[in-house]
């Protein structure tokens, strides 16, 4: 039974049993990762090319080892040193890789909606690894499974996801694949950064976070971008840490178990404190073991379906 | 399913089994130094039963693990009908020991070959053995079992189906003629 779709493009409107196929396969690979040979040949002879024009150093490398384990063949290609600053238009970029025989195509992109626009050029299958503001699935994908390695399940579990709603990928392809697996979410920040209309997608809206935590089992922190400050979107970061900093003492307010997830990479002391980042809540380099998981079987999925 | 011929019945099947764990024993002077490797899913279930007979004869814990040979196959690429991975549960260091691998038919001894790469990646066995229910030729490469319930010589045209009570409410061995498809 394999993936609905050649390409992952996003999780909004993603069968469940896509998901569902995804993660379950991740959990052999978890296995393959606890290894003396952390490496199978399931891709041998594959080439895939991580396209990136944005800068990420912890998504390019989660990628490049599952491609590595999976014997996959990867070429890396970054922004700053491509022939893209020299005004090549995505198409021709795409084109020409195409001309040089790749399988796959791991791509993050400024722009929401690039990786749709290549999956439509190119041969190759398509993977986005962050388009813009708008999905960033992979991330949403190892979030979910880190949070069913833990509680078992996502069916009926109260996941909030703090911070700034409004620009992140994160967020969105969390909440499109959580409703889809069943999961109940909500969000939680100041008004400037909690898009109007959220509350569409089937999540409600917190702008208090002790309000918001009462009824959490899981709170995914997400990055505040310092690089955005200057926009305006927040008074001072001292005032964000205060109003939605997670710390120890808010944890034990809220008066049940609540894991804690993020993104990375973390602004200690901003959105979540050092002590809860290090702590026995916090899931978050559980995650990056998990993403390179994940990422194994979405390439193993896509590689090997004819 | 158009069956031929059936082989090995429920007695026999049991009896078969219990000559395959002495038959282990008596290569590897006792238990001490083996462990059962099933090739999910019909091996698993093979490899569960023959580690209960050998310890019930020996009464010593026996090391069991379970291979998922899926990762490791030379037809991924071209292969239809993408196969579901079940996952490799193998909790123990193979270094050292003398692994027995366990499955329900031989036949090309691609799946062999897989579970042998896969067995050397987890570490250094001391042997791999092989066991197996049903040998019906057919061999693509080099490969032999050592512990061989029965041999079933058979055409292209033919396949011989091993049944489970677990899976399939029954234990036997079947000749089935081979359902579409290319020999």
């Known amino acids: 039974m394999p993936l609905s779709s050649r390409h992952l493009l996003g999780l909004d409107g993603i069968p469940s049993d896509d998901i569902k ?11 393959v ?6 490496k199978v040949p399931s891709l041998q002879g594959k080439t895939v090319v991580n396209l990136f024009f944005e800068n990420s150093t912890r998504t390019r490398i989660s990628f490049e080892l599952a491609e590595r384990r999976l014997s996959a063949d990867p070429v890396n290609m970054s922004a700053d040193a491509s022939s893209v600053r020299k005004g090549e238009t995505l198409k021709d970029t795409a084109r020409n890789i195409e001309m040089m025989k790749i399988d796959m195509v791991v791509m993050r992109h400024a722009a929401a909606g690039a990786a749709h626009y290549l999956s439509q050029v190119v041969r190759a299958n398509v993977i986005n690894a962050g388009d813009g503001a708008h999905e960033h699935p992979t991330q949403a994908l190892l979030d979910m499974y880190t949070i069913r390695e833990k509680l078992g399940t996502l069916q009926d579990v109260n996941i909030c996801i703090v911070g700034d709603i ?11 694949g959580l409703r889809a697996m069943g999961a109940k979410v909500s969000v939680c920040g100041p008004r400037t950064l909690i898009p109007a209309e959220i509350d569409r997608l089937g999540v409600r809206v917190h702008y208090d976070l002790d309000e918001a935590m009462a009824g959490a089992d899981v709170l995914n922190v997400l990055r505040i971008q310092l690089e955005r400050q200057d926009r305006c979107f927040l008074p001072t970061l001292r005032e964000y840490s205060q109003a939605y900093g997670v710390t120890p003492e808010r944890l034990a307010r809220a008066k049940r178990p609540i894991v804690v997830m993020h993104p990375g990479p973390i602004n200690r002391g901003v959105e979540i404190s050092a002590d809860v980042a290090d702590g026995e809540h916090s899931l978050i380099l559980q995650q990056v073991l998990n993403g390179v998981a994940v990422r194994m079987s979405v390439l193993y999925l896509l590689g090997t379906a004819n | 399913m158009n069956i031929k011929a059936r082989i090995i019945d429920e007695p026999g099947f049991e009896r078969m089994l219990r000559r395959l764990a002495h038959e282990i024993l008596e290569r590897n002077k006792g238990s001490e130094t083996i462990a059962i490797v099933g090739i999910v899913t019909r ?7 023959l580690a209960k007979m050998i310890q019930d004869i020996e009464h010593r814990e026996l090391q069991i693990g379970f291979l998922d040979i899926t990762l ?6 071209d292969n239809l009908k993408q196969p579901i991975l079940r996952g490799t549960d193998i909790s123990f260091d193979v270094t ?6 366990v499955d329900d038919v031989l036949y090309t001894g ?5 579970a042998l790469d896969e067995i050397v ?9 092989l066991a197996v229910v049903a040998d019906r030729g057919h061999r693509e490469f080099p490969i032999k079992a050592d512990f061989v319930g029965k041999n079933i010589p058979t055409s292209p045209d033919e396949e011989v189906r091993v049944l489970v009570k677990e899976i399939d409410g029954e234990d036997a061995v079947l000749l089935v003629e081979r359902e579409g498809g290319k020999a």
């Not at chain 1, 196929?21 to 296995?31: N, P």
């Not at chain 2, 691609?110 to 897989?114: D, E, G, H, L």
Request: overall charge positive; glycine content about 4%.
């Open chain 2, 96 to 101: 050292g020991k003398n692994i027995v691998l």
């Open chain 1, 166 to 176: 409004a620009h992140s990928r994160v967020a969105l392809s969390n909440i499109y």
């Open chain 2, 72 to 77: 490791y196959r030379d037809d991924l690429r």
């Open chain 2, 121 to 129: 990646d987890l570490g250094r066995p001391a042997t791999i053995q």
């Open chain 1, 33 to 38: 990762l606890e290894r003396p040979i952390k």
């Open chain 1, 21 to 31: 196929l995804i993660l379950d396969t991740a959990t052999s690979f978890r296995e």
């Open chain 2, 43 to 49: 091996g698993e279930i093979i490899a569960r039963r």
């Open chain 2, 110 to 114: 691609r799946t062999v070959r897989a």
